[in-house]
T-cell receptor, first 115, second 112 residues
């Protein structure tokens, strides 16, 4: 079946621009996660949704980062007034069941470059 | 901080078994061990997971020690396409957000 998809795959933004990154999870998956991966590092957790509820946003690095999942399926990660340090790969993952194990399946990521 | 520690890098000859160790001494009773790999410019790919028993699937085997404080991922016949960064993650259970905390992983290089 179809996996997690993300768009765009690549995004170049000028410093100060706003960007929106989209994630389409696997159909029927309840949970959705966003991670940020800097060059040469492992992914770092940003935020978590269960259906449309954002239950954990402890990893968002600043108030310039905002995520939503209004209908419990597609999610958008928005970064306002982008800075060069926002350059990274943004990964989305989804998992289906509401019981263990909650294996996460990752999308290909969006590579953001802020100039 | 990551809940797991892994060697930074390993080499393996093509066709031989690759054994990737992971220490997770603070694992709690209801947490699972997951293994993923990441090939350059791709998202992490799920390989296998386990709770306490050894597990095997078409990609790999997972050996978990009886005290659950460490595990080993085994790729039985490594190929050049297995060259990747391998992440061992401890997560899950019955509470929490189930977020993954990645360490730096093991960079496996399969040599021809």
């Amino acid at each position: 079946g179809a996996g997690v998809s993300q768009s765009p795959r690549y995004k170049v933004a000028k410093r100060g621009q706003d960007v929106a990154l989209r994630c389409d999870p696997i159909s029927g998956h309840v949970s959705l996660f966003w991670y940020q991966q800097a060059l040469g590092q492992g992914p770092e957790f940003l935020t978590y949704f269960q259906n449309e509820a954002q239950l954990d946003k402890s990893g968002l690095p600043s108030d310039r980062f905002f995520a939503e999942r209004p209908e419990g399926s597609v999610s958008t990660l928005k970064i306002q007034r982008t800075q060069q340090e926002d350059s990274a790969v943004y990964l989305c993952a989804s998992s289906r069941p509401d019981y263990p194990p909650r294996t996460q399946y990752f999308g290909p990521g969006t590579r953001l470059l802020v100039l | 901080d990551a809940k797991t520690t892994q060697p930074t890098s390993m080499d393996c000859a093509e066709g031989r078994a690759a054994n990737l160790p992971c220490n997770h001494s603070t694992i709690s009773g209801n947490e699972y061990v997951y293994w993923y790999r990441q090939i350059h410019s791709q998202g992490p790919q799920y390989i296998i997971h386990g709770l306490k028993n050894n597990e095997t699937n078409e990609m790999a085997s997972l050996i978990i020690t009886e005290d659950r404080k460490s595990s080993t991922l085994i790729l039985p016949h490594a190929t050049l396409r297995d060259t990747a960064v391998y992440y061992c993650i401890v997560s899950g259970g019955t509470s929490g957000t189930y977020k993954y905390i990645f360490g730096t992983g093991t960079r496996l290089k399969v040599l021809a």
